[in-house]
């Protein structure tokens, strides 16, 4: 007779089911937050995956993750993946549920100037305000203006002269 051997069987893991995240919407330029991703069959090895690369993944239990997505993933208006991926033996990769980044809604506070005479020529006007991101434009009535975006507080506009035109707009 031989020697008895010990034969060790390990479980296939599950294919991560990815429920829902939190938070589902964030603004350009967000600092680094937390992502809560929330489902079902986790394992202490899960990765979360933002548009492919994996993020910092902190397991918190079978279903809950939480994930460090940083500014890098933030400074553009996009709607990104995530997905959850567990590693053999058995695992894969979850359904993604969708991080929106969004456009922050841009508030005017002042233009300069504030007032010109009817039929003037063109002019550049300086808007100020906040929530202001290099995709932002100006709008005359209903048509967009060549727009230079200084920073996050300043824009210029070019108001072409047939603009200008009508009194009191």
């Given amino acids: 007779t031989s020697n008895a051997m010990t034969l060790t069987v390990t479980a296939a893991r599950s294919v991560p089911v990815l429920s829902s995240i939190r938070p589902t ?28 690369p994996d993020l910092h993944t902190t397991f918190i ?3 809950m993750l939480h994930a460090a997505v940083t500014t890098a993933w933030t400074h553009v208006a996009a709607d990104r993946h995530i997905t959850v991926f567990t590693g053999p033996p058995g695992g894969g990769e979850s359904a993604h549920q969708t991080l929106g980044v969004q456009n ?3 508030v005017l506070t002042s233009s300069s100037p504030s007032s010109v005479t009817a039929g003037a020529g ?8 906040t929530h202001l991101v290099s995709t932002t434009q100006a709008r005359w009535h209903a048509g967009v203006r060549a727009t230079t ?12 002269a047939t603009d200008l035109h009508v009194n009191g707009l």
Avoid: C
């Fill in 122 to 129: 063109p002019l550049t006007l300086t808007l100020t305000g």
């Fill in 149 to 160: 975006y200084v920073n996050a507080t300043t824009l210029l506009a070019s108001i072409l």
């Fill in 104 to 106: 922050p809604v841009p």
């Fill in 25 to 52: 919407h964030v603004l350009v330029g967000s600092l680094q937050f937390t992502l809560a991703a929330t489902g079902s069959a986790y394992h202490v090895s899960s990765l979360v995956r933002l548009a492919g």
């Fill in 61 to 63: 239990t079978s279903g």
